[in-house]
């Protein structure tokens, strides 16, 4: 049964000098613009929004070279992006010593952010803009990585990429 799954036309298109050439520019153009978020300052920890697109990046690349069909490897990649984003996410952003202590530290930043946001209260922690940005980038970088790997053509990602980096400027 897995051989039927198993992504036939993939066999054809075999990994050339190109494709890493191509990642490693794609992985430059992801540092650049996480750089250019950083820059702006919105938000403490902004870093740790690019190291999301990047980690992301990898994580897709690496899961773009298993050579499965796309109902196989669409629901792994949830699983390991639900997995990987917040463990990376709590792991960078908290200061605490122990695992727990830290889930518990960021889990009560963003509830306590929420319960101001939605009690229409001034918003003191800039947690929800990390990690709706830190969520944008890993996604971003996953679907370029994949799509790299798979068919040759980011562009859809990098276009979006392009687009948030337009919104950056400006603002």
Avoid: C
Wanted: aromatic share 12%; hydrophobic share 60%; net charge positive.
């Amino acid at each position: 049964m897995l051989t039927k799954l198993y992504n036939k036309d993939m066999n054809k298109r075999s990994m050339n000098r190109f494709d890493w050439v191509s990642a490693l520019l794609i992985l430059i153009l992801f540092m650049l613009a996480s750089s250019r978020l950083g820059l702006t300052k919105w938000a403490e920890n902004l870093d740790i929004a690019g190291w999301l697109l990047l980690f992301g990046a990898v994580l897709g690349f690496l899961l773009g070279r298993w050579r499965v069909h796309w109902l196989v490897i669409t629901p792994v990649s949830i699983l390991l992006s639900a997995l990987f984003f917040p463990l990376s996410f709590i792991l960078m952003l908290s200061q605490r010593a122990g695992f727990i202590a830290k889930i518990l530290e960021v889990w009560a930043r963003v509830n306590t952010t929420a319960a101001q946001l939605f009690g229409n209260q001034p918003v003191t922690d800039s947690i929800l803009f990390l990690l709706a940005v830190s969520g944008l980038f890993w996604l971003v970088g996953m679907a370029a990585g994949l799509m790299m790997m798979r068919s040759g053509k980011p562009w859809i990602p990098l276009i979006l990429l392009g687009f948030g980096l337009l919104v950056i400027e400006h603002y």
